[in-house]
């Protein structure tokens, strides 16, 4: 029985119905199933899932929205069934903006939908984002993860800027980083200090959820 | 990194026949070998000849198609583009324009 | 101990493999770009031969005599006189300077000027200007010299242009009017593409370029196709070249179509099909570099997808080989080792008319 139910979660999922996915875990609960096994079986699966289908162009940023909307409403009843302590650990925060100067934010979107959609809260400050902007809403929003992209070689040096700032303020212990965009490398990452590199949106995800584990 | 490709596997330019096929590619969507025969053909060379600096050269040379090196009184520009549209009978639309203007 | 092989990584770090490991990542290559694409692996005796290119000995390489194909360009004449920004290396040189450099000292097969911001909408303010330049330089080039820039439909978008910012609505689960701005911005980018292309026929315009066209996603491809479509219409001797922005057409918003076709998720020997349609005449096949992957597992990738691209195609096929494409390193200085490795494997397995 479980596994129709889970099968039919990650399908929910997949295919962005969000009614569907909370009936499902809804159902999954009244059924017994452990809530951190609903989660991880039944609907962490179908986000997965999604993510490998944009990754290969299988599906698109609309359905990727719709999924992720789904993934939510699907989590928000099965967290609140875990009782208090036992909760899992907690959501990342996740402050991302594209690098002063630089105005593309077509992949820093796709990142976001990503990012929101595997359980994240994420504050997207848009584009041409000043460094001491990032630094400061980072500490408002109590981030775990400041995250920069930058399209260009000529905005790349803004990546290298925050993490000077955060060095000088004393705050490169309280937030990790990650940089990514289209030239952006690993090397640079590790030139200029970066704790994370993500090559694309899925790669972000990934990484992420590294650093946070080591937070 | 242009002048890496270009070593690497391009026909040359005007230094050889790469323009004349370049104009077969753009003005009648041929793919590579169509272009190059049909060029070859109007040239009469062989294909392969056609990235034969010491044969093409002279031919250019003769036909006023341009050459690489600048040669005095020789056709360059619009004028060496003139000969090509009609050596190829395809429409530059440059020398189009360059006819209208002169009223031909 | 066996002999190692010197390549590079999709960073254009140097690294030494064994033959092995160079075969084993063509073979990942070449099978991730076929399940992606439902098109077939390399052969083994193609595999082989991209393993011989790619452990060629010499610091360059280059196609067999004979096998030459025609390189056209993005704006390369522009990287003589511009900075960082450009790519370029700062030449004091003037546009018509660099444009007869192109042609006659490096003996390019086509050249071509461009705005130095290198989209079309920027040049809408300024097309007098431009299209004096282009005619003035079309007088004295011999070679095809074309007009090129990108489409880039974010221009379009607020704080830039009059549409609402569909990567702002999107996140926010405003699909609906994510969409609408796109295909707002679409509309918008169409009427500036066929406005530029128009002008400059006026002055004997010799071809004009679509680069990198769907780089803010499927309107930004729709917007391209639209107006290759219009421009042919009372312009059919105007040559058009239209590359594409990365091996599938992004879904950004993920429901438009051209001639009944969903534009979103094409991957090359789709895209090249929709753009024949279209009237394009040369179509350039775009594949992203993954940098942390090596330079065989990304050129075997490539390869496969311009092969597939190029056998589908009635119309020549140009594979980009910018900086971070088809399998050359993503980095400001390519090293000319990958660089012409790559392009001899995309002419002579790849079976590309050009580069």
Redo the contacts between chains.
Sequence with gaps: MSEALFQASVDAVVRGDAKKAEELARQGLAEGIEPLVLINQAFVPGINQVGEMFGAGKLFLPELIMSAKAMQAATDIINAAIPEGNAQEGRGRFVIGTVEGDVHDIGKTIVVALLKANGFEVLDLGRDVPTDRLIEEADKFNAHIIGTSALLTTTMPAQQKLEEALKKAGLKGRFKTMVGGAPVTERWAKKIGADGFAEDAGAAVVVAKQLLATN | ????????????????A??L???M???R????HE?KRYVAEKLGVD??EL?DEEIMREIRKDLG??T?T?IAGSP???R??WR?AELLGV????????RSQLGI | MSQKILTRMGDGERLAMDAQEIRDDIRRGTAEAARRAGVPELTEAEQEELFAILAEPGRIVSVEPGREVIVTDDGCSMSFYSGQDGGGVGAPLSRLQAVLTYERACGADTTSMGHSDYSYKPVKPIINFEANDYYNISQVTTAPFLYGAQPNMGLYFQPDGPCANAAELMPLGKIDEARAAQEEACEHLRRDLVFVGRRLAEVGLEGLNFDTCGSAGDADYLAALQAVEELKKDLPDLPIIMGGAGEFVLGMHGGVEYQGRRLAGLYPHEQVKVAEAAGVDIYGVAVSTATTESVAWNLARAVTFVKAASEASSIPVHANVGMGVCGVPMMEQPPIDAVTRVSKALVQIGKADGL
């Design positions: 990194m242009h002048t890496a490709h270009i070593m690497a596997s391009c026909m040359g330019g005007i230094r050889t790469g323009d096929v370049a104009w590619q753009l003005t969507r041929m793919k590579i272009a294909v392969f990235t198609l341009g690489v600048s360059k520009g619009i060496a583009k090509i429409p530059i639309r440059s020398v189009q324009l360059f």
